[in-house]
């Protein structure tokens, strides 16, 4: 049995979550069920087997990736569109009594896998980090950063194949 599965947000208590970061825990506390009831965002979230406690969650909706802000040796091969089509991973937190433990690995690998296993075209998964760490959490998996927007980071889709082939 795994120590962690994962699910669709549901209806859940996130009363108790803290990431240590106010702006993501107002957010999941207050503001996610709205945004998944619009249909803005799918949340998911991480919970750990034996305790049932909430380990993290994670956001995902459509997005685009202006197709002038990829890097030239990146873009050679798409469309001329104006636009890229992408998964954004929105919010992505862990609750501060699981640091230390790989859940936010975790969390981006499970975003991965459902992102890949999707039936919706896009050809790069996009995040819009929060603050520098969590930029440099995304770098340490292989997204690149936006030259002109260091915080906004993407992964074409086909290293994130690599990626869950080769696991956490």
């Known amino acids: 049995?795994?120590?962690?599965?994962?699910?669709?947000?549901?209806?859940?208590?996130?009363?108790k979550f803290a990431s240590g970061n106010e702006k993501i825990d107002h957010y999941f506390?207050?503001?996610?069920?709205?945004?998944?009831k619009r249909n803005y965002a799918a949340c998911y979230i991480l919970t750990e087997t034996e305790s049932?406690?909430?380990?993290?969650?994670?956001?995902?909706?459509?997005?685009?990736?202006?197709?002038?802000?990829?890097?030239?040796?990146?873009?050679?091969?798409l469309p001329r569109y104006p636009t890229v089509p992408a998964v954004l991973i929105g919010w992505l937190a862990r609750d501060v009594a699981f640091e230390g433990q790989g859940v936010?690995?975790?969390?981006?690998?499970?975003?991965?896998?459902?992102?890949?296993?999707?039936?919706?075209?896009?050809?790069a998964?996009?995040?819009?980090?929060?603050?520098?760490?969590?930029a440099a959490f995304y770098r340490k998996h292989l997204?690149?950063?936006?030259?002109?927007?260091?915080?906004?980071?993407f992964l074409p889709l086909a290293t994130a194949r690599r990626l869950i082939d080769e696991g956490p």
């Open 1 to 15: 049995m795994s120590r962690f599965y994962s699910q669709a947000l549901g209806a859940r208590d996130r009363s």
């Open 29 to 36: 506390r207050a503001v996610v069920s709205q945004d998944v």
């Open 52 to 77: 049932e406690k909430l380990a993290g969650f994670y956001t995902l909706s459509a997005s685009n990736i202006p197709l002038a802000e990829i890097p030239s040796e990146m873009a050679g091969n």
């Open 104 to 123: 936010g690995a975790m969390l981006l690998y499970d975003a991965i896998a459902r992102i890949c296993a999707s039936p919706i075209g896009a050809h």
């Open 125 to 134: 998964i996009f995040a819009d980090a929060i603050d520098d760490a969590a």
């Open 143 to 153: 997204f690149t950063p936006f030259a002109a927007k260091p915080k906004n980071l």
